[in-house]
């Protein structure tokens, strides 16, 4: 088999966007399974739409995703240059021969010596393929019009311009959006004038939102472009695990998957026809298991920003590591660190009534005191609150929920949350006796 060979032509048109994440991570899972080679091309001939930035965007946050290239711009191999308006001689030469064999035309503009090229599209010709994801896909050339290939400021459209790269960079197989089916027989048309192999194509099907709608870059709905993910502090191993999941599935019901396991997996064999759905809960589901993963110095580490930024006081890195402890199971992104911490610190200690009615239903009273007299003694630590809460137990002979959730709503006001010892250790001496003092003054008030 001839070596597999690749490529990823984004045009530097905006930041880097979920749908091309995920073309230039099949593209990459394709090379990466098959040991072949994965290309990034800029096709930036559409001048008008470029923007400052939107290469260096697309080279940033795909290295952020985990994906390596090799051959770009920045990283030069024998095909290059690799940027579409650093090619411009070499399209020129094609569109010139076919001129000259009669396969093209130019067309002049209105009192000017400038002209564009149009291919002049043969008659009675079939364009047929195999496409790796839809089957057989056939088109006439009667359904096409004579199209220009160079426009009359010497720059090549894109449907001429893939050909010649696709052509002169050996890429074997090309998988790209649906929304490119219909350029496809223009593209093989420009194969055959040349006497060209055309590549494998595999078009990827659409991505839709929740309401089966086709994702489009203004729904507001969904956060799309990967930059605003790494802000969030979604991980680069879920959003990568995720983006795999739009169009391909895994032959296994396992799907968290490592890097490795999806490269060792892909198979273009799996890839959907059915459009995708963009399921933003099995985003946050991938993320949140991605980060329960993360040991507990990795995750203080990544989490500390986001407390910075909000003007966090952070007294000590134990404690840092703490808090991450503490809120690890329940993020969803890390930057949700700083909502967790403000709902869990807040200063206005107030009792749902059924939290109040538990406490009142278990005569909670002298459980509480117990556990505030020992708590006084105690040094606050981890272990230290850990032990006061079983020595209260055993004080008291109270077990299980009794004891733990009794003990829960009188210093921290919820039925249900994380490690009590941690958040009692965060929540610090004052703060936890001062609503253990409330509670018991207001149990008191019902007992009297
Ligand atoms: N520059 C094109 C795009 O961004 C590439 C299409 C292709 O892969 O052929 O849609």
Same mark, same amino acid.
């Given at each position: 088999m001839q070596k597999v060979r690749v490529r990823y032509?984004?045009?530097?048109t905006g930041l880097l966007h979920i749908g091309n994440a995920r073309t230039a991570?099949?593209? @990459?899972?394709?090379?990466?399974? @098959?040991g072949g080679d994965f290309i990034i091309r800029i096709e930036d001939t559409?001048?008008?739409?470029?923007v400052k930035n939107g290469e260096a965007s697309q080279f940033k946050y795909l290295k952020w995703l985990g994906i390596n290239w090799d051959e770009s711009p920045d990283k030069p191999g024998a095909f290059g240059p @690799?940027?579409?308006l650093e090619r411009l001689a070499i399209y020129q030469d094609y569109a010139n021969q076919l001129l000259e064999r009669g396969l093209a035309y130019k067309e002049y503009r209105e009192n000017s010596e400038k002209y564009a090229i149009r291919f002049k599209v043969p008659m009675g010709e079939v364009y047929a393929f195999s496409d790796l994801v839809r089957g057989d896909l056939s088109f006439e050339s009667k359904e096409v019009e004579d199209w220009i290939i160079m426009k009359d400021n010497g720059i090549p459209t894109y449907n001429f311009a893939v050909v010649i790269d696709d052509h002169l960079m050996e890429i074997t197989h090309v998988f790209r959006g649906e929304e490119h089916i219909t350029n496809t027989p223009k593209q093989i048309m420009v194969y055959r004038a040349f006497d060209w192999e055309p590549p494998l194509f595999g078009h990827m099907t659409i991505i839709v939102n929740e309401k089966k709608k086709k994702l489009s870059k203004r729904d507001k709905d969904v956060v799309q472009f990967i930059s605003e993910y790494a802000d969030m502090g979604y991980l680069p191993e879920a959003i990568f695990n995720f983006i795999a999941l739009l169009g391909w599935s895994p032959p296994t019901n396992k799907e968290i998957l490592s890097h490795d396991e999806m490269i060792e997996q892909f198979d273009t064999k799996r890839l959907t026809k059915a459009p995708s759905m963009f399921d933003k809960e099995k985003l946050a589901f991938i993320n949140s298991k991605y980060i329960k993963a993360l040991d507990v110095e990795t995750l203080a580490r990544l989490a500390k920003p986001y407390l910075e930024k909000a003007s966090i006081a952070i007294p000590s890195e134990d404690w840092l590591k703490l808090l991450a402890e503490l809120f690890q199971d329940r993020m969803t992104h890390i930057g949700e660190i700083v909502t967790l911490y403000h709902a869990f610190f807040h200063d206005d200690f107030k009792l749902t009534d059924e939290a109040y009615q538990f406490l009142v239903e278990q005569k909670s009273l002298t459980l509480i005191e117990t556990f505030k007299?020992?708590? *006084?003694?105690? &040094? %606050?630590?981890?272990?230290? +609150? *850990?032990?006061? +809460?079983?020595?209260?137990?055993?004080d008291t002979e109270t077990k299980g929920k009794a004891l733990w959730m009794g003990?829960? +709503?009188?210093?921290?006001? &919820? %039925?249900?949350g994380p490690s009590l010892?941690?958040?009692?250790?965060?929540?610090?001496? *004052?703060?936890?006796?001062?609503?253990?003092n409330d509670v018991i003054k207001g149990l008191r008030g019902i007992i009297s």
């Open positions: 032509a984004p045009s530097p991570l099949f593209n @990459y899972l394709f090379a990466r399974h @098959y559409d001048v008008a739409r470029n @690799y940027r579409q007299n020992l708590l *006084e003694q105690s &040094d %606050m630590s981890v272990a230290s +609150i *850990e032990q006061a +809460i079983k020595q209260t137990g055993k003990l829960r +709503i009188a210093s921290t006001g &919820d %039925m249900h010892p941690v958040a009692l250790c965060l929540l610090g001496r *004052e703060r936890v006796l001062s609503r253990l």
